[in-house]
């Protein structure tokens, strides 16, 4: 395990989070506005697959051949929105968040590869949870910050982005809980690895309580109160609230992924 492999599978999660979540987002919102969240997108894919081609020796696996895909094709509706292709905008979108998370999907199949079924379907749904729940925290808080540079947009399409993050959010809450359930569960003595239970007691448990202090309980009561904030129309406030939101969603992510790599708990 390296940082360079932490901050690969952050940045990949979230360059595609990103992407899947622009996709529902009312066109309302201007051309500026997709230009600059695709833009992000590229960018954060681009800088993950730098980590990882430092991390991997140029010895690279499918999914990131097919995050190679994804990323190019994030470029191209990055280089393309506004100027040409407009009618096919919402497909070219399409195919670059769903080659993501296709290589997402892929990632959590090739770090549990070995592992049981459980284990394996865990990983992979907790590393799309994972990329849903950024994408929606970043997503979230720029399309508030939009309402300054657009004040006559709808509030309820900020309404609408809250909704989808806080569903995300749960998907990830549930995810965890019946990682580290199964994960203690399934724990067998003659094995000689110490138990999962032992490690979230031990000094190194520190990094998962505050993966589930900052990734889950402040998410949780920051997204509640944002979705209250944004049904009185304060979308400044919620804006503030989103930028706090986001903040913690990305330690928690981080810490995740550290956790993924050092103990195989899909947290």
Known sequence: MSLST????????????IAFTLAFVHREAGVKFFRF?????????????????QAANAHLSPSDIVLVLSAAITVFYWATIGRVFTRARTAILAAAAI?????????????SSGSSTPVVALTV?????????LGGACTAMILGHWYLVIPSMEVSYLQAIVKGHIGSMLLRMVVVAAAVWFAIATFQAESGLPSF?????????IFFWQRVLFGLAGPAVLSYLTWETAKIRATQSATGILYVDFFTVVVGEVLAKYIVLATHVPV
């Open 37 to 53: 969240n695709g833009g992000l997108a590229a960018v954060l894919l681009v800088i993950a697959l730098a980590f990882r081609f």
């Open 99 to 111: 080659a993501g998370l296709l290589a997402i999907a892929l990632q959590g199949l090739e770090l």
């Open 6 to 17: 932490v901050l690969f599978f952050f940045l990949a999660h979230l360059g595609v989070g």
């Open 125 to 133: 749904l907790s590393f799309l949870t994972s990329a849903l729940m």
């Open 197 to 205: 239970r032992h490690y979230i007691f031990s000094v190194d448990g």
